[in-house]
């Protein structure tokens, strides 16, 4: 999924097998085009930068984080001889896509995903071992480790991230005053941004305390989850094969949100809100408080006077959920050389500052956490502080027990928040059963 | 031809001479063209059709993942495997009642149109345009166009009920199951009233006004006329209908899987969704071309059913 999905989610699905082709044409072309490194996974005698030699890369990223895939591209192209060429995917047809290429050993020298598919990626082999050309980088340490984390396999590094997605809180200045409450003063544990809530509800009008996707398994995730890791609880076990849901931590979130529902603080539309829409509603300027995508920050109405701030549990701490897109070289390129070259690029002080920074988003390193375009913007150094702190859960089967809009997650959610919490039980259980498989 | 008396003089007799050889050749390039001819249909039959039918069903007996692929032969793993899932049985039920509820609403209205527009006035011809017009959004495109009017919070209708002073609370049109359906239901018969209108349309203007002449002669009511002329003389039309309709409503997907991705709470899976989880949410394409089997295999029957059904009273 995730946040940023929200954005194209819901967007048009079909030519499936048009795409297909056009796809496949794309590749062939690619195919024949340049020559270049001869890549063995471990970067050997060519350096931590790979090689800028004229190689044609081709590239794939999915239409909800193409945005930032574009940028990034257009700037390496301006400035190398390697030349990137950038094919965006629907969303929704990402996983097919690749599926299909993977099959077909037609992947793309270059492919990003979204980070809680990765796992997916890398024990079925399909991304190239960078292990050691990370290694190699003089800021190694400072990546945001929790999407290198995410793309260990078998402890053999595959992805760097490419773009930052974290669920913060925002809250809206202008409300907070005319409820009397201070304007800069973000709630600082999850039983205040519930009275916070409450108090913006009660200007009444088309005001309402807070919202959130409530038919949307992947928002709960990414909104919730945090208030759990804050409080030092745990969602899965070490290797994704198990559920810990049934935590206080956890059950303490419902309840807090249960309460919310139930008193109508909540903004209409949250019921049948499946994610496509749900990060449309805050900018509105009619929502007092919610957690919502970092990577909305930079979409926000001018003026809208709103802050950023990190999540926080149930009895305080603050944790977020590190979402976004990891990218690395495919396994069957064979210009990884000059594949590394981008990927390295990326992570530069350059690249993390003229593109990233500057367009608003959040940086991927923290040793960057502050800098010349952020400081003019408070809430991004907020972001961008989290970062190192946020947390990306690990599992194989992460989509199918979490994502899925007719799976056990979603159903415990709606049951726990909009009805009485019964089925608890039997929800876990299944949720274990897809984990385990 | 003059001095041949063995042969009858015929007025218009069929080319001349060719005899033996030339003509069997004449036969043969003839052969030859034809084949010509319908070799790009059956290479595309055979390309887009038949190869991925037998893929689906190799599909279907094999271990096959999404990104790891053909891990070989498992059956009948992925069939018996089918019935476990939670979501098979109440999908099937869904799936039928949105079937029934379309046909008999969308068909009726159709009928109803395509009586209203059959003479051709200029009003009439306004009133075909209008109805037909939707038919030329695609199902994707019109599903978004509803998910925005539905939406409570950017969509129209709710603002517009309340400076009515209709309503207070804003409507709910995908919340609840019920509402979610008939939603969904509304938006089909919008896309496709006017498609069923045109098929009906053809097949009544098809009847002779004859018929209709000499039923009023014999002192037959309208509804008399409706009844006994229309309805039998329609019956292939409204079998075309009938057939294209219930097909397209049992491979629902594109309208769920944009309006309510099968909610709230899971009470509008149809079939077609849980192939599509299957196979991207669970990565299984072989339990997903199992499925696929078997819904081929379900249609394939009922089509030949309501063919035979259909014709049999011909």
Same mark, same amino acid.
């Given at each position: 999924m ?19 082709f056009?796809?496949a ?17 471990g &970067? ?14 081709s ?13 990034? @591209? ?19 047809? %990402? ?8 099959g077909?050993?037609?992947l ?10 990765v796992? #997916? %990626? ?7 071992? *960078?292990?050691?050309?990370i ?8 990546? @945001? ?7 260990t396999?078998?402890?053999?590094? %595959? ?9 913060v809180?925002?809250? #809206?200045?202008?409300? %907070?005053?005319?409820?009397?409450l ?22 009444? !009008?088309?005001v ?8 949307c ?6 909104? +919730?989850w945090?208030?759990?890791?804050a ?8 290797? &994704?094969t ?5 935590t ?9 949100w ?19 829409? +749900? ?6 300027? #009619?929502?007092?408080?919610?957690p ?5 920050i ?7 006077d709103?802050?950023?701030a990190?999540?926080? !549990? ?26 590394w =070259? ?13 593109? @990233? ?8 390193r923290?040793?960057?956490?502050? =800098? ?11 972001a961008?502080? *989290?970062?190192?702190? &946020? ?34 039980d ?7 059963? *897809?984990?385990?498989? | ?10 007025a ?30 059956a ?10 039918l ?21 059956a009948?793993d ?25 046909t ?5 209205i ?42 409570p ?15 207070d ?15 969904t ?5 919008w ?8 098929v ?21 009511s ?68 199992a499925?696929s ?22």
């Amino acid at each position: 999924m995730f946040p940023n999905t929200q954005h194209t989610r819901g967007r048009v699905r079909r030519g499936f097998t048009g795409a297909a082709f056009v796809a496949a044409a794309v590749v062939a072309l690619a195919g024949c085009a340049g020559g270049g490194g001869e890549g063995q996974g471990g &970067g050997g005698d060519v350096g931590p930068e790979g090689l800028d030699d004229g190689t044609t890369l081709s590239m794939w990223t999915r239409a909800a984080t193409q945005a930032q895939s574009e940028a990034f @591209v257009e700037a390496y192209n301006a400035s190398h001889e390697n030349q990137v060429e950038l094919t965006v995917i629907p969303t929704d047809d %990402y996983q097919a896509k690749v599926g299909a290429a993977a099959g077909a050993q037609n992947l793309p020298d270059l492919f990003a995903a979204d980070v809680v598919f990765v796992p #997916n %990626y890398t024990s079925q082999g399909l991304f190239t071992d *960078i292990t050691d050309r990370i290694a190699s980088l003089d800021f190694a340490d400072d990546i @945001v480790q929790s999407h290198i984390d995410v793309g260990t396999y078998e402890d053999r590094q %595959y992805v760097l991230p490419h773009t930052m997605d974290l669920s913060v809180m925002f809250w #809206n200045k202008t409300l %907070y005053e005319q409820a009397g409450l201070d304007p800069e003063a973000p709630p600082t544990t999850l039983e205040e941004f519930a009275e916070q809530a409450r108090a913006v509800d009660a200007l009444g !009008g088309d005001v309402n305390g807070t919202f959130f996707g409530g038919n949307c398994g992947g928002c709960a995730v990414f909104t +919730w989850w945090p208030s759990v890791w804050a409080d030092g609880g745990e969602v899965l076990n070490e290797e &994704g094969t198990e559920a810990t849901l049934d935590t206080p931590e956890m059950e303490s979130v419902f309840e807090i949100w249960r309460g919310l529902v139930a008193d109508d603080v909540v903004a209409p539309g949250f019921r049948e809100e499946t994610g496509a829409t +749900w990060t449309g509603v805050f900018p509105e300027g #009619n929502v007092g408080v919610m957690p919502m995508p970092s990577t909305t920050i930079g979409l926000m109405p001018d003026d809208l006077d709103f802050g950023v701030a990190p999540l926080p !549990g149930v009895e305080g701490g603050e944790s977020t959920f590190v979402g976004g897109d990891s990218i690395g070289i495919a396994a069957s390129s064979e210009k990884a050389d000059a594949a590394w =070259n981008f990927l390295a690029w990326t992570m530069s002080d350059e690249a993390q500052l003229e593109v @990233v920074a500057q367009n608003g988003d959040v940086v991927a390193r923290s040793d960057l956490a502050s =800098n010349e375009y952020s400081d003019a913007d408070p809430r991004l150094v907020t972001a961008n502080e *989290i970062a190192a702190e &946020g947390r990306t859960p690990k599992s194989l089967r992460f989509g199918e027990a979490f994502n899925d809009p007719n799976g056990p997650w979603l159903a415990m959610v709606r049951n726990a928040v909009l009805e009485d919490g019964g089925e608890f039980d039997q929800r876990l259980e299944e949720i274990d059963a *897809i984990l385990s498989q | 031809m003059t001095t041949d008396t063995s042969t009858p003089p015929v007025a218009a007799r069929p080319e001349p001479a060719p005899r033996g050889r030339p003509r069997r050749s004449l036969h043969r390039r003839r052969s030859v063209a034809g084949i010509a001819f319908a070799l790009p249909t059956a290479v595309f039959v055979l390309l887009l059709f038949v190869l991925p039918l037998f893929t689906v069903g190799q599909m279907s007996l094999s271990e096959w993942t999404l990104l790891g692929g053909n891990l070989g032969l498992n059956a009948p793993d992925n069939y018996s495997d089918l019935w476990s899932s939670p979501l098979l049985w109440p999908s099937i039920g869904f799936t039928l009642l949105y079937t029934g509820i379309v046909t008999v609403i969308m068909l009726s209205i159709a009928l109803g149109i395509a009586l209203l527009v059959q003479e051709s006035t200029r009003w009439t011809s306004f009133l075909r345009t209008a109805v037909l017009v939707p038919s030329a959004l695609g199902l994707a495109s019109a599903s978004l166009l509803f998910f925005g009017l539905y939406s409570p919070n950017i969509g129209p209708i709710t603002p517009a009920l309340q400076s009515l002073g209709l309503i207070d609370e804003a409507i709910s049109f995908l919340g609840t199951p019920q509402a979610a359906l008939w939603s969904t239901v509304f938006l089909v018969i919008w896309r496709f009233t006017g498609f069923y209108m045109l098929v009906l349309l053809v097949g009544l203007q098809g009847i002779s006004l004859d018929v209709y002449e000499a039923g009023r002669l014999d002192g037959a009511s309208r509804w008399q006329l409706f009844r006994d002329i229309t309805l039998p003389l329609l019956r292939p039309s409204i079998a075309l209908s009938l057939i294209l309709c219930v097909t397209g409503s049992l491979l629902a997907f594109d309208q769920f899987f944009i309006l309510t991705r099968g909610g709230p709470d899971n009470s509008t899976v149809t079939v077609v969704q849980l192939i599509y989880r299957e196979a991207f949410s669970s990565f299984d394409l072989g339990g997903a071309a199992a499925l696929s089997v078997v819904v081929l295999l379900v249609l394939v029957v009922l089509n030949i059913v309501q063919f035979r059904a259909l014709r049999s009273t011909d």
